[in-house]
């Protein structure tokens, strides 16, 4: 069975770093692109981030862009989000998906990011 | 940035009936078009990829069709389990966008 586990997430004041980490199991991480997604309370949902099966390539949107790294370890099965210069706007559920043929075929459970003073 | 529209925002319908929600690109993405289910307080579930497949366990009464710059994603007999709202999301080009959702209830 396919699982995503999120965590890392909490309150964060503005302008400070935060990094979301996302456990994989049920299949071989390695071999998947992966994603992270994020949804503003009661918005709708923006692909922040992906990052390619070797970590060879990655791409950002362009407002997180320059602020927020995407990142692999695949001998640990894990993907990762470093995200520093945040912003009350970066407050979000992210979410980790895994990126198939399919397009996000499997998604974590999501963890909570506030960024507030 | 590929801007997708759905509609409409909210429906209502009754269960066994047919439904029918759409998403319009601003432009020609391909087929290049998936629907997803999000329920109240849960991660969004796949449940179509590239226009008209069906992805791994979700019932036949999904369906999706469409070309272009149009899609349809159809609910064959409504369920009171597909109480839920459904985004669009298009991968023709970086980034993938979303759709802002259609939010169906029973009726």
């Known amino acids: 069975e396919v699982q995503l586990v999120e965590s890392g997430g909490g309150l964060v004041q503005p302008g400070r770093s935060l990094k979301l980490s996302c456990a994989a199991s049920?299949?071989?991480?390695?071999?998947?692109?992966m994603a992270w997604v994020r949804q503003a309370p009661t918005k709708g949902l923006e692909w922040v981030a992906t990052?390619?099966?070797?970590?060879?390539?990655?791409y950002y949107r362009d407002s997180v862009k320059g602020r927020f790294t995407i990142s692999r370890d695949n001998a640990k099965s894990t993907l990762y989000l470093q995200m520093d210069s945040l912003r009350s706007e970066d407050t979000a559920t992210y979410y980790c998906?895994?990126?198939?043929?399919?397009?996000?075929?499997?998604w974590g459970q999501g963890v909570m990011v506030t960024v507030s003073s | 940035d590929i801007q997708m529209t759905q509609s409409p925002s909210f429906l209502s319908a009754s269960v066994g009936e047919r439904v029918t929600l759409s998403c319009k690109a601003s432009?020609?993405?391909?087929?290049?078009l998936d629907w997803y289910q999000q329920k109240l307080g849960e991660a969004p579930k796949l449940l179509i990829y590239?226009?008209?497949n069906l992805h791994t366990g979700i019932p036949s009464r999904f369906s999706g069709s469409g070309s272009g710059t149009d899609y349809t994603l159809t609910i064959s007999s409504l369920q009171p389990e597909d109480v839920a709202t459904y985004f669009c999301l298009q991968r023709n080009s970086w980034p993938g966008t979303f759709g802002g959702g259609t939010k169906l209830e029973l009726k």
């Open positions: 049920g299949f071989t991480f390695s071999n998947y692109g």
């Open positions: 998906a895994r990126q198939g043929y399919s397009g996000l075929d499997y």
């Open positions: 990052i390619s099966y070797d970590g060879s390539s990655t």
């Open positions: 432009q020609n993405i391909n087929k290049y």
């Open positions: 590239n226009t008209n």
